[in-house]
């Protein structure tokens, strides 16, 4: 007998069958795509936090998740010998202007206050990057020591191993045993939208690049709103772009040239760099902005767990560790904001 059956194989749905399953769970993760078919299956993996200002639920949720993220990721290669590629090695980007300058020298003392000492939020010249540098036309960088990388591929398959190293089942068809999560992104966003007079979630174009440049043990990049992410494997991600409107769901065009243009403007260690794979997903992006977390809408035996666009690798340690406690032991830690009655 099953007492844990989770639909969706992306992270979210890996993430919570990891954390059910670490609490004595036995537990089926059922998705007829496979593992990562998704948008989980994407390139980028930048897990990157929010600003240190402005505080909020969402806001601590996502620090804790990432101050979790290096054990938890270790734990899950330790136990199912597949790395995830995670490396906690920081960010760059570079300050635009005087006023953008101030600001960043200022949230200096408040990350010192919010991020509670355990990662630094630095102001430093640009030419100390040397020639992984993104251009400031001020010749300053921002580094701060809080975001990690990790490659979505590799993270996926290392939560599948783990999971069937604790002998849990990963099917592409089965019946529903014990409780029931559904982690089944776009979906079933709009699975539930279709019962409600205004749309509960929506689905979020990204495009991606993955190009061969080894810069493994560098930090990531966010310049002129591209990420570029060093991966463990000798490659650097590159993206995404975010369209609301699109015709086809899984195909890349000019939108992504420009932003391969625009990453290589800012940082031209990239020119010269070949192009591995383009890629194109859609992403879950509730109502709210935030993650789902919670009883199902459509049945509240049911649970769900979807939303995560743009964060969701990032905020994956602690959905797991919150929806475990809901499913197993009916203990709801869920911030008011990421429940689904947010998003209605």
Not at 199 to 209: D, E, S, T
Not at 260 to 287: F, H, K, M, S, T
Not at 314 to 321: I, L, Q, R, S, T
């Amino acid at each position: 007998m099953v007492d844990v059956t989770v639909y969706g194989a992306g992270i979210f749905g890996l993430s919570v069958a990891w954390a059910c399953v670490q609490r004595g769970a036995k537990v089926q993760v059922i998705d007829p795509h496979g593992p990562g078919a998704g948008s989980s299956g994407g390139l980028v993996g930048a897990l990157a936090p929010h600003v240190p200002e402005n505080w909020n639920e969402k806001k601590q949720f996502q620090f804790e998740s990432l101050i979790m993220a290096e054990k938890y990721w270790a734990d899950v290669s330790e136990t199912g010998g597949k790395s995830s590629g995670y490396a906690r090695l920081g960010r760059l980007q570079p300050i635009a202007d005087p006023r953008a300058l101030e600001l960043a020298r200022a949230r200096i003392t408040s990350s010192a206050e919010l991020w509670q000492g355990q990662a630094d939020w630095q102001v430093m010249p640009a030419d100390e990057g040397a020639d992984w540098a993104p251009f400031s036309s001020t010749g300053w960088l921002i580094r701060d020591t809080l975001s990690a990388r990790m490659h979505p591929r590799m993270a996926c398959a290392a939560l599948v191993a783990a999971l069937q190293a604790k002998g849990a089942a990963i099917l592409s068809d089965g019946s529903a045993q014990g409780h029931v999560l559904w982690a089944c992104g776009v979906a079933d966003l709009e699975r539930i939208s279709a019962t409600r007079p205004r749309a509960f979630g929506n689905g979020v174009k990204g495009q991606a690049a993955l190009l061969q440049l080894d810069r493994r043990d560098l930090p990531q990049l966010y310049a002129d709103a591209v990420h570029i992410v060093p991966h463990a494997d000798g490659t650097v991600a590159i993206g995404s772009t975010s369209e609301r409107d699109y015709d086809a769901p899984n195909t890349t065009d000019a939108q992504l040239d420009d932003v391969l243009i625009r990453a290589r403007a800012a940082v031209p260690a990239l020119e010269d760099a070949a192009v591995l794979e383009r890629w194109a997903g859609v992403r879950p992006r509730a109502r709210s902005r935030a993650p789902v977390l919670g009883r199902h809408p459509l049945n509240p035996a049911h649970f769900i767990a979807n939303g995560g666009f743009k964060i969701g690798f990032g905020m994956a340690p602690k959905v797991g560790e919150v929806m475990a406690d809901l499913i197993l032991n009916d203990h709801d830690a869920i911030p008011e904001g990421f429940k689904p009655e947010a998003s209605f």
